[in-house]
């Protein structure tokens, strides 16, 4: 069975979920990855946590500065580095994945959930940065899991403009700026996420 993240009820979780949107992105990724930290810390309170969202929005930041505050010891995978070469080519060329590109993508990412989870030698939770779109993505990286052992944090941003921005800034990353609308329509909304503004 497919195991589908629970509605965290503590007051920590509840702290993450309800943080007000904010106009200034320095000042919320100065004191998130504190949050994300003081949580990641205690391993029954995020045993996975995959933070999710569009091309652009900040997830391999936010896990730098999480793994630069933990220090996770390499419980910490990157989706970015999981894609097979055909994939990259095929977004740097310009041209979006379809569904048929990103499943042996997601395949490997949860083996490698697996491979780093059954680490026995660590306690320390896993954190991955992957887009996962669409909710038979998630399903799929939640696939052999237990209810409840997986929670996606997802960093909310629909600022076409901004992400574009943020795209054309950075070097040495394969995704180009024009892919991001076709990002931000193949989102769904995901259920029962920590929601982040990003």
């Known amino acids: 069975a497919l195991a589908r993240p629970l509605e965290r009820r503590d007051p920590q979780h509840q702290k993450l979920v309800s943080w007000s949107p904010t106009s200034r992105r320095a000042d919320s990724f100065r004191s998130r990855p504190a949050q994300l930290a003081q949580r990641a810390r205690s391993p029954a309170s995020m045993s996975i946590a995959i933070v999710m969202g569009v091309s652009g929005s900040g997830k391999s930041e936010l896990c730098r500065r999480v793994v630069g505050r933990v220090g996770l010891g390499g419980r910490w995978i990157e989706g970015d580095d999981l894609h097979p070469p055909e994939n990259i080519a095929k977004m740097a060329s310009g041209v979006p994945l379809d569904h048929r590109d ?83 329509e193949a989102l769904e909304t995901p259920r029962g996420c920590v929601r982040l503004d990003a």
């Open 102 to 184: 990103r499943q042996p993508w997601l395949k490997k990412i949860n083996a490698r959930l697996h491979e780093v989870k059954g680490d026995a030698s660590s306690e320390c939770p896993v954190l991955v940065s992957c887009s996962a779109l669409k909710e038979s993505y998630r399903e799929k990286l939640r696939e052999g899991f237990e209810e409840g052992e997986v929670t996606f944090i997802w960093l909310d941003i629909s600022d076409e403009a901004e992400l574009q921005a943020r795209l054309t800034g950075r070097s040495q990353h394969f995704m180009p700026a024009s892919l991001v609308r076709s990002q931000l």
